[in-house]
């Protein structure tokens, strides 16, 4: 069995020794998997927000269930595995396994059951004042009945297969995230039996029927368009006797099966490394079962059976109220109710990058940086294609972790591959709950004859970079993107990230020696400018670090402004503690997880922890030093965390034009600091606290700013012509 580490703890299983033992103490450290929990409560907060349009709080409370499935799948199940396997070494918080999993697993429990009441007693009243019914099949009219039972002799029951359980029919295997009926019947004959059918993913899950007297929209086109919606699994129970004829049906149940979906990849089993993953992703849905979610009016004989045949205890038994399985709320999302939604984004391009400019031209003339959503992804996929189509350009390198499906991406390098140049792309195929698109995507480049290479088995490649080289007038000439983003269109417009086009010659060598290394051997490569994981990158933060403290002790302020995902690395954790006790100022804006723990007299005095959840996914990684004064700037796709500074080839990039790195540290991080509309405060005892805009003020939104109050006139030459924010207070 392979155990995954426990948390905190480095590649061999120690822990570096930085500095005195007051560091060390476990009530300075925020157990990871309850930090990861707490994140998913403040999405749910943000569903209790009436600031948001009604769907997009029933959007937060489907990311909340989406989220916690992933915990389970993956946190959880890690946690099993190491119990199961009697390791009781505990992390930088004091709490081994099973303490983590017990304090983890009540709070997701008493998370969902609130999430789900929520969405009940307050969401679904709201939504129903707003024309969106989820009725209860019994609730249905005459005329509703007769046209759901038609859909369900068109639609549904040609995909149901009942599978019954008895000698001659042994228990079936259930699924990874399946919803299931379990069917108790009774047979004049036989006597009692037992059934199951597995709900079909490939349906929706909420089934439209027509409004009494009319369709499902009105005949007023201005008005806003009406919905009665019943759950599929209702609509299955009402029709049971269709598919068990001359039997009785006595009752069925609801339930819902949640395994263990980590794909560990093991060196000596990993040949071909596509194939071992795929094989992984098919073995996925095999995988040991986590949870089984059931609801309250399921009995107990019918528990038990399924806790026999899917070799549980009574702890993986989860007992919840309908619906089960809250990421599928998703669904509604899809309804034609604008006037319940955000309004649309309207990305910026910036005028060097509209169509018909060069944007080989505008990159030689200054190094651009985007921030996406606000400034369209577009720009980016136009980058490549223009490449692409360019008959100057000789080659194309890059890597992608998370492409989505129909990747103007993937289909730029495909064309650039059929007018003949050299294209090499490292493939991610390791990318969590994306591997089976990203094999597919290699399988498609592999055969149009474009050079896919993988990553390492022990070592994902989560760096987002581009490469471009060009033949021109002075010979060749190389153009890179470097961002904190997937190159995925459709995450892009609701992921925030920041993305940088250059031509600067160091940072152009160092991604040469990054590809040569992913897709051949090295050794030793020292990088000129960027810092690159594993290796290099954890260096160069905490010297970094340190040099702030001694700049802080040389009567210099030392000043330091974190922006990331996560913060979970006990040796940073550390640095940062001492910079505190140097008197170094410390923002550090962590939309997740955060095991430091902020506020702790010295100890962390002077550091201050905020968490923005909003409308847009805090994705951009920044890293800010004053270096004396003379301010730096790094941006890349790197969190603080082990498995990122040690696991994986991450890299961080500088903002070498002073403007650039200016906007930055002095407009985009103070804006993000004072925000009060989406930021939350991180307490000395791991609480949130939301944050609150000075009394007679109104919150301000650093999003809304980025995509309303701070966009420039269409027709400006100077990209990011902001208005300066005022700096934050200490």
Known sequence: MT?????????????????PKKYRRADLYTNREIALVDF?????????????????????????GSQLDEFLMVRVAGLYDQIEAQVTEAGPDGLPPRQQLELATQRVRALLNEARQYFEHELLPQLAASGIEIVPYAHLTRAQREAAAEYFRNEILPVLTPLGVDRSHPFPHISNRSLNLAVTLRDPTAGELFAR?????????????????????????????RYTLIWLEELIAAHLDLLFPGMLV???????????????????EAGDLLVTVEQGVRERRFGSVVTVTVTPQMPQTVRELLIDNLEITGEHVWEMENPLGLSDLFELMDLDRPDLKDPPLVPRVPPELRRGKDPFEAIRNGDLLLHHPYDAFSTVADFIQTAARDPQVFAIKQTLYRVGKNSPIVQALLEANARGKQVAVLVELKARFDEENNIEWARTLEQAGIHVVYSQMDLKTHAKVALVVRREQNGLQRYAHLGTGNYNASTARTYEDYALLTCRPDICSDLTDLFNALTAYSRGVVYRRLLVSPGPMRLGLLERIEREIEHQRAGKQGRLIFKTNALVDPVIIRALYRASSAGVQIDLIVRGICCLRPGIQDVSENIRVV?????????????????????????????????????????????????????????????YLQDTANARVLLPDGTYQR?????????????????QENRPAPDTEAPFALQAAAPPSA
């Open 691 to 707: 944050k609150r805009p000075p009394k007679g003020e109104p919150p301000f939104d650093v999003q809304r700013w980025f995509a």
């Open 611 to 671: 968490s923005l959840v909003g409308r847009f996914l805090e994705h951009s990684r920044i890293y800010y030093f004053g270096a004396g004064g003379a301010d730096e700037v790094w941006l890349g796709s790197a969190d603080l965390m082990p498995r990122n500074l040690d696991h994986r080839v991450e890299v961080l990039f500088p903002l070498e034009e002073p403007a650039l790195r200016s906007h930055i540290a002095h407009e985009i991080l103070p804006a």
């Open 250 to 268: 006595v009752a069925s149940y609801p339930f819902r099966v949640l395994r263990d979906a980590d794909i560990e990849v093991q060196n000596d």
């Open 197 to 225: 059918i597995k709900v079909p993913a490939t349906l929706p899950r909420l089934v439209q029927v027509p409004l009494p007297g009319r369709s499902a929209h009105r005949v007023d086109a201005t008005a806003p368009k």
């Open 3 to 19: 155990v995954k580490g426990v948390n905190g703890a480095h590649a061999n299983g120690s822990l570096a020794g930085d500095g």
């Open 40 to 64: 998913s409560r403040r999405v749910f907060e943000e569903a209790q927000n009436p600031r948001h349009p009604l769907l997009e709080r029933v959007k937060f409370v489907a990311f909340v």
